[in-house]
């Protein structure tokens, strides 16, 4: 008897599975279609007043197929702006359901190319979805208008395929490509903008031989958010960061791009070891952040930019080190996807995933 059940239940099994191979497409489009329904306009990203960091890359020029290059979003009210945009930023911010024809404008902290490289596909979004009339505002420390004036020739073509392939209605040919604003950086900081209630302010980092380089700090009803851009440990960075909330920094761990190099070297492959030596003396590691972090007196320190890629979880102790020792507060090694938001003259932070 017992034979018997288990040789129909087999049975079922075998003539199952071949009804789904048979029936394999429709099934697929059916599939599909739900998911679709629910996916399109369905996850769109809600956030109450306050001030909120959405990470939208936390890679660096490294290849890492988990993480996008260097990308974030500062949400105060209803102001939002894309600080840095490196590869891939811009598909996380669909995928997290962010309006990106919504943006107020991006804040480059300089000109490396993994800060910029996803300028494309995040100035043509916010074109087509917002019906834009006017280029998307890329603010930046001097030099910016060199970068935009290329980027712009460089998609020229582009944009006349787009207008003639969508019409105007769509793509009105006044938007399209990015306007640059530029701002004069000196040894103090300066206030890039200070409208409804937010006020940014661009302070220099030390990211030799990069210059200018700046980070930025976010003000916005009692809170404060905090980036570093590429930036060794200095004191101009600790004051720029005094009191903030969340201070999102740099990090590279020394000790494991070491042994990239060791490896590098074994395989003859001298050029790449150099550049891996080179990197070292230009950003923070997650010791010199926590230092930093623990000096400036913040709430909660989110490592992003992480070198060298980190492929699981497992690996974030290795590549903390010491980092914990060396601050009181929370460490947060940054994945894409995440949202961090500061409700107005409160000290909680909440914390979800969007990816
Ligand atoms: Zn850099
Ligand atoms: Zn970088």
């Given at each position: 008897?017992?034979r018997k ?5 087999l049975a ?8 789904v191979?048979v029936f394999?497409?429709?099934?697929g489009?059916w599939?599909?279609?739900r998911?679709i329904d ?10 109450d007043?306050?001030?909120h960091?959405?990470l ?5 020029p ?5 993480r996008?290059?260097?990308?974030n979003?500062v949400?105060a009210?209803?102001?939002a702006f ?13 995928l997290?359901g ?10 480059l902290?300089?000109?490396?190319s993994?800060?910029i490289?996803?300028?494309g596909?995040l100035?043509?979004?916010?074109w087509?979805?917002?019906?834009s009339t ?8 001097e ?14 073509t ?9 019409g105007?209605?769509i ?6 490509g990015?306007?640059?604003?530029p701002f ?17 302010t ?9 210059k ?6 976010f003000d916005y009803?009692?809170?404060s958010?905090v ?9 101009t960075?600790e004051?720029?960061?005094k ?17 990239m190099?060791?490896a ?8 790449t ?5 080179d990197?070292?003396?230009y ?5 010199d952040?926590?230092k ?8 909660r320190?989110v ?5 060298p890629p ?17 601050f ?9 996807g995440?949202?961090f938001s500061?409700?107005?003259e ?10």
């Open positions: 008897m017992k059940l288990l040789f129909a239940s079922l099994l075998v003539v199952g599975a071949s009804l191979t394999q497409r429709p099934i489009e599939l599909f279609a998911a629910a996916r399109v306009g369905g996850n769109t990203m809600v956030l007043d306050g001030l960091l959405l939208c890359g936390t890679g660096s490294l290849p890492d197929p988990d996008a290059g260097p990308c979003v949400v009210g209803d102001q894309v600080v840095d945009i490196g590869e891939g930023g811009a598909r996380n911010l669909q997290m962010f309006d990106i024809a919504g943006l107020d404008g991006v804040l902290t300089h000109f490396h993994d800060h490289d996803g300028m596909p100035a043509l979004l916010y087509t979805q917002g019906t006017a280029p998307l505002p890329v603010y930046g420390p030099g910016v208008e060199t970068v935009i004036e290329g980027f712009n020739a460089f998609y020229a582009d944009k006349t395929y787009r207008i003639a392939h969508h105007e209605e793509v009105p040919p006044t938007g399209g990015a306007q640059a604003m004069a950086t000196g040894d103090a900081p300066v206030v890039v903008l200070d409208s409804d209630g937010l006020k940014i661009a302070f220099r980092v030390d990211h030799d031989p990069v200018p380089a700046v980070g930025y700090r009803k009692g809170r958010i980036i570093s851009g590429d930036a060794a440990k200095s004191a960075l004051q720029a960061a009191g903030a909330d969340i201070l999102v920094h740099d990090a590279l761990q020394p000790r494991l791009v070491g042994k190099t060791a590098l070297e074994r395989r003859g492959q001298a050029n070891a150099k550049i891996t030596r990197i070292l003396d950003h923070a590691s997650p010791e952040a926590a930093s972090a623990q000096a400036a007196g913040v709430k320190l490592l992003s930019h992480l070198v980190l492929p699981t979880s497992f690996i974030y102790p290795a590549f903390l080190g010491d980092a914990k020792d060396n009181d507060g929370e460490i947060t090694v940054g994945e894409g995440m949202v500061l409700e107005p409160g000290d909680g932070i909440e914390v979800q995933e969007r990816l």
